[in-house]
C-alpha cells in the first residue's frame, strides 16, 4: 500500500503524500480487501490429483 500512496502521488492523483494506512481505509471504504496471494504446489505428474488426495487404486 506505500507503493500505491506513492505512484498516486507521483501521477498527480494525490496533492500531498499519503500513508499507507490512509490507502487501507480509503480501499475499506470502497469495500476492497484482498488476501496476500498463496503458493500452490502442484507438479506435472497426471496422477498427482489421485496421490495427494490419498486415494490408493
Do not use: C, N
Amino acid at each position: 500500500m506505500s507503493l500505491a500512496a506513492e505512484v498516486a502521488f507521483e501521477q498527480g492523483l494525490t496533492e500531498r503524500q499519503l500513508s499507507h494506512e490512509s490507502i487501507r481505509q480509503a480501499l475499506k471504504r470502497l469495500g476492497v480487501g484482498w488476501k496476500r496471494a498463496k503458493t500452490w504446489i502442484t507438479s506435472p505428474d497426471p496422477h498427482y490429483a489421485r496421490k495427494k488426495s490419498g486415494a490408493t487404486a
